[in-house]
Structures are given as C-alpha cells and as structure tokens.
C-alpha cells in the first residue's frame, strides 16, 4: 500500500518537475493572493471566489497550482496589512493583529512579519505533513463532529474569543460575541424558510454576509478611529531585521507542534475553519506560556504570533482534506477551491482516489511548492511594504475607504452590502469608543448560522432520548460542553486572578 | 508606598493596540448596560413572536430566543458591576460629561464630520450612475460615476486631514483611485460599484 502511496507521489513530482509553466502560475497565484491578502479587508474567500472565474480556460493541473498558490498567499496576505496598518484581511489574523501592531508600533514591524511569515510556513509543512501521515486518524477524529459537537464547537469559538479579547472583563467580549449571534440570525431561517427579524425588507432575506461586517467593523472603524486624531501614530519606516534567527524559532518548536496539530485537526472539521484554530491555539498559547511571556500577551508576543499564525496556516493543509475526501469544504475559502475542481470535472469524495488516482497526492505537492514561494515572495515583499504602509495615517486612510466600499460590493455585487459596511463601521465605532471589542462580533456573525443549524437539527436527534443517554452516548460532546462552561466559568470567577498576573489587558 | 491608586489611574488611561481604548468607563459601562438590556428584551419579545412551522426543536425563534435571554443577564451583570464602580448618579454624570468632552473636543467633531463625508460618499455612488468609454489603441478605457465620486470624495478627505495643496490632494486622490478601479476592472474583471 505504502509503494502505491509512494509511487504516485514520486510520478507527481516528476510531472510537477518536468512542467516549469506550472511552477510559473503557482508563483502567479502566490503574488497575487499576497498582494489580495494584503489589501485591508479585501479576504481570502473573495480572492478564492473571484479569482476562481480565471481558472476556466485553464487546465485541471494548472488550476488546481493557481488556486493553491493564491489561497496559501492570500492567507499570509492577510498578516501583513494586520500588523502594519491594525486592519486584518481576515477574521483569523485578528491575534496576530493585536500582537503584531504592537510591535509594528515599537518599530519591529519587519520582524513582526518576518515572524508571521516564518510561522506560516511552519505552519502548511505540519499541516500537510501531519495530513500526509495521519489522514485516516485525522478524519476519522473530525468525522466524530456531528451537529452537537459542531453547535458546541461553534459556542467555544465565540466564547473564547470573547474572553480572549476582553481579559479583564470578559463580559464584554461575550456581550459584544452575543450580538453578533442576533445579527447572525436575520434573514431565512435554514431549516423552515421562516423570516427572522427582517421586517419586511427584501434585501434583509439574503441575511447578512460577514464579510461587509468584518470589512466595516476593522476597515471603517479603524479610519474614523485613527483619521480624526490630531496626530495619527504611524509604524516606524526602518525595517530592520526581518526573519528572526533559526535559534529563535527553535525555541518555538513546540509552540508550533501544538499550533499546528491544533490548526490541522481544526481544519479538518468541516465548517469550523481558520478563525476557531486561529483563536483557540492563541487562547491554549496564552495558557502554556511562562509567566515572563504571559506578561507580553496583548502587547506585543512573538509566541503568540506563532501561536495563531501557525494554526491558521496548518488549518490550510487541513481543510483541504474534508474537502477531497468527503467533498465538504473545510471552510469557506476550500469551497471556492471544490468550486475550481468542479469546474475541471473532479468529483470529488471519497471515490477522489479510484477515479483521479494521484490528484490528491499532486494537490498536496502543490501546496508544499505554494509554500515556498509564499515564503520567497514575502521576504522579497515585506520591506516594501513596511515602507508603503509607514506613510502618514493621513494619507493612507483615505485611499482605504474605496477599497471598503469596492471589497464589500464585491461579494455580492449588492449595493445593499455597502450600506451594511456602512453601518457595521459606524456601530464598530461606537463599540470601540465603549470599550467592546470587535472581533468577537465578526467570529459570532460567522459561526452564528453554523451553530444554529446545527443546535436544531440536534434537538431533533434527541427529541426522544433522556439528557443523561445524550451525555453518555456523545463523549465527545460531553467533553465539549465541559469545555465551553469552564471557558465562561473561568472567564466569570478567575478574572481577578489573571489580572494580577498582569495579562492581556494589564 | 502604595502605588495602586497610581497604577490604576493609568490603566484607565491606556489604549492598548487591537483591544479598546480605556478611559473614564463607569458611566459608559452603565449606559451600554441599559442600551443592551433593552436590545435583548426587544430581541426576546421579536423571537417569541416567530411561527413555530413544525417541531419546538426546530423553531427558528429558539436559539435567538436563548441568546437574547443570556444577553438580558449579560447586560445585567454590566450594569451590576458598573453601579459597584460608582451609583446611579456618579454613572450618568460621567457618561454626561464623557459626552459633553467628546462634543467639546476637536477629535470627536473631526469623527463626526468625517462620518457625515463617508456617509456622503456611499450615498453619492449609489445615486449617481453614468459612465463614459474612451476608446484606446485596443480596448475601451472606463470612467464611471464610481471613479468621479470617489476622487472627488477621497480627495477632499485628503485636503482636511492630509492637510496639503488642494491640487496635490486632488492628484494623489486621481492616480490611486484610477489604479485601483483599473486593477480591479481590468486585471480581476470585477464589477464596480456604479450604475445602480
């Protein structure tokens, strides 16, 4: 078995190796998912979704590299305008914005990145070395997620986001993660088609998307923030070191182990996706460091970066498995990626390997060729753009404020998400100026329809069976549930003592 | 020497990156209490009222029902911590004269103007809507509603808090909107928003 294993992967090399047009269009496809990445607000999903319209004419082999190299870019894109400019591309970048620009603040903005970037690229090897190695564990561990374990995973992810980002009052963050579950809820309702809090507007049926939310929340709100001060702080322009020594990261090794296990294993959840793994291993970081790093948590941590950065990227390798096996993306980005496959008549699921023998072989050689020219292309990219975004906040606000409106259009080519855009940037505003933060809203608006669904569709299961049988039969679920009140236990009742270790927030 | 009055006045003051800024939050705390209290007694009433088309299990009013609920005591929970901070009235004297500085001061009107600018320009693009085709050498080159608008706006953004010449602002504004819509258009074939 592991010779048949072994002979495709050494036939997918020696095709990938005696193709050099397809190397050309993965180092295409990285460039423009960084540059897309880097974009405030402008996210992966749309890039993927966008970009997946240019794969028609091409080959199967050649869409697949492109769309690899742009997802694996775009996801380390998203860092860059994160650190520099406090906006994150993505949901799942929000830890290493709050560690990062703290950093980019003290003019370590290049190491900052160059730690990202180097995360990163630790992150995809252990993802799809991990996938390589263990793929029947891993999906076999994934596949024991059904409805309650997903409605319960989808609840830990907003809870502890909203501990995480509120520290010492972690109210707040559940508050502000609340509110996102009720604007998550408007539109049809998924199982009987009922109008929920619609009132009457047509345009309200569709829902909202987050991603005009996430766009107004972290790209609106942060220019009415940061606009109207009299003296806006910038990023220092000296871009100093930029990837940190090897023996530093040596240090992180099982930093990066954990992250990247948690990141894979996340990923291969379907639905769950880049923002729990990114949240969770930030969250399980904080927890395992020492006492002289917890101190640094929240302003500015080189193992928190690796912490989120490796799970986010590892959740790449990750989520691509869900989707060649069973045909359910891991996230939304891996749909666009099933979309393309569809595109080139890959059925994918779990005949993928009887009827395209070696796809999935040549789509995880793919993914390792992306890698390496992430990590190329962003040691090239990252000095300009340290010098790009150490510009005056006055000038590179202003130019943001098109690309919100143009980024929130484009998911749907609805005006209406622009107005959304509108008013989640001005809500944002008000939030932050009461002291709520804002990711938690974005991640609840995200997960909100996930655990929904997947609470009532559980309900259904139970319906006759007694609260004790649900406990004993689903252990998994159990131990989640465990989890998710400890999370709100901890938050509530140990609050005093974090603060006086001097946490996140002190 | 105690220094905890010390410590704890400049915690309030801190604003740290990607979290919030602290300031005076007593009776900001208190105010947010009443406002989502209220949002989530709305919310409990909207989600009561729903049809329950087939099981109670499945009913779509159950999880926002069960949400806002949580979010009713949440809100209590803020508010009872705020009135530990301060009473009733030292809360909303401090949310009055939060309010009353934040209107006194420059940065607050600055906040408010540059939201009525923004507010201006999405209005404007989704009201305008002409485009004009110019053709060079082997395609047509686009200016739409969309360009005009946000030129002018991002612009006149620019002469406010860039503080330059109106000229510079205006060329800045023109070369940067034009490559990025070209990009957009051309290079990713996406729609922009106009001509709606």
């Known amino acids: 078995m592991s010779a048949v294993i072994g002979g495709q992967i050494l036939e997918q090399l020696v095709f990938i190796a005696q193709t050099p047009w397809l190397w050309m269009i993965c180092l295409l496809g990285v460039t423009l998912g960084i540059f897309w990445g880097a974009m405030p607000g402008l996210s992966t999903t749309m890039a993927m979704t966008l970009l997946v319209g240019l794969t028609v004419e091409m080959t199967q082999a050649v869409a697949i590299m492109f769309m690899l190299g742009v997802y694996t870019g775009s996801v380390f894109g998203g860092a860059i305008s994160a650190v520099l400019i406090n906006i994150p591309g993505t949901p799942d970048a929000v830890p290493t914005m709050i560690e990062g620009h703290a950093l980019a603040k003290k003019g370590e903005g290049g190491l900052a990145l160059g730690t990202a970037l180097a995360a990163s690229f630790m992150g995809n090897w252990i993802g799809i070395i991990l996938l390589i190695a263990f793929i029947p564990a891993v999906l076999f561990f994934a596949l024991q997620f059904r409805s309650w374990e997903m409605f319960l995973l989808s609840l830990w992810g907003i809870a502890i986001c909203g501990s995480m980002s509120s520290t010492d009052m972690p109210i707040k963050g559940w508050i502000s993660g609340w509110i996102g579950l009720l604007v998550a809820f408007i539109g049809l309702d998924p199982i009987h088609g009922v109008s929920r809090f619609t009132f009457g507007s047509f345009a309200l049926g569709d829902g909202i998307n987050f991603i005009p939310v996430l766009i107004g929340l972290f790209g609106l709100a942060e220019i009415l923030r940061v606009l109207p001060q009299k003296s806006p702080a910038t990023i220092p322009s000296e871009v100093g070191r930029i990837l940190p020594p090897i023996r530093t990261l040596l240090r992180y090794t099982r930093v990066s182990l954990r992250s990247g296990l948690i990141g894979t294993v996340i990923g291969a959840i379907p639905g769950a996706g880049a923002n729990i793994a990114s949240f969770f291993s930030y969250d399980v970081g904080r927890r395992r460091a020492s006492q002289k790093e917890k101190a640094k948590w929240g302003k500015g941590s080189y193992e928190a970066i690796i912490s989120a950065e490796v799970a986010n990227n590892a959740n790449v390798g990750g989520s691509m498995l869900p989707t060649l096996a069973l045909g359910i993306p891991g996230n939304a980005a891996a749909a666009a990626v099933l979309a393309a496959l569809e595109l080139k008549n890959v059925v994918v699921g779990p005949l993928i390997q009887t009827e395209n023998p070696g796809l999935i072989f040549y789509i995880y050689i793919s993914l390792i060729i992306a890698n390496f020219f992430m990590y190329g292309m962003a040691v090239l990219l990252i000095k300009p753009c340290v010098k790009l975004f150490s510009l005056p906040r006055t000038l590179l606000m202003p130019l943001i404020l098109p690309i919100c409106v143009i980024g929130s259009f484009a998911v749907n080519l609805n005006y209406f998400d622009v107005y959304v855009m509108l008013f989640s940037g001005i809500f944002g505003y008000v939030l932050h100026r009461f002291g709520f933060p804002l990711a938690p809203l974005v991640l609840a608006v995200i997960l909100g329809p996930l655990a929904d669904e997947n609470l009532r569709r559980a309900l259904l299961i139970f319906e006759d069976a007694g609260v004790l049988n649900v406990l004993w039969d689903r252990k998994l679920g159990t131990i989640l549930l465990l989890v998710v009140l400890y999370t709100f236990y901890d938050g509530i009742f140990k609050r005093n003592d974090r603060n006086s270790n001097g946490e996140i927030n002190d | ?196």
Request: proline share 4%; net charge positive.
């Open chain 2, 1 to 196: 020497m105690d220094d905890r009055p010390k410590r704890k006045a400049k915690r309030n003051q801190e604003t740290l990156p990607g979290h919030y800024e602290r300031g005076p939050v007593v009776g900001k705390n208190f105010a947010s209490a009443v406002v989502i209290g209220v949002l989530a007694m709305v919310f409990m009433v909207l989600s009561l009222r729903l049809e329950v088309p087939g099981s109670i299990y499945t009913a779509p009013g159950m999880l926002p029902f069960i949400v806002s609920l949580t979010l009713f005591f949440m809100a209590v929970g803020l508010g009872i911590s705020a009135l530990r901070q301060g009473s009733i009235g030292d809360n909303l004297g401090g949310l009055a004269r939060h309010l009353k500085n934040y209107a006194v001061d420059q940065e607050g009107r600055r906040t408010v103007m540059l939201i009525g600018m923004v507010f201006l320009y999405v209005l404007l693009v989704a009201v305008l809507s002409f485009d004009f085709r110019i053709p060079v050498f082997f395609f047509d080159f686009e200016i739409t509603s969309y360009e005009v608008v946000s030129i002018l706006v991002v612009g006149m953004i620019l002469r406010i808090f860039w503080k330059k010449s109106l000229v510079r602002c205006g060329f800045v504004s023109l070369i940067m909107i034009e490559a990025l819509v070209s990009v957009f258009r051309y290079g990713f074939g996406m729609i922009m928003p106009e001509a709606f």
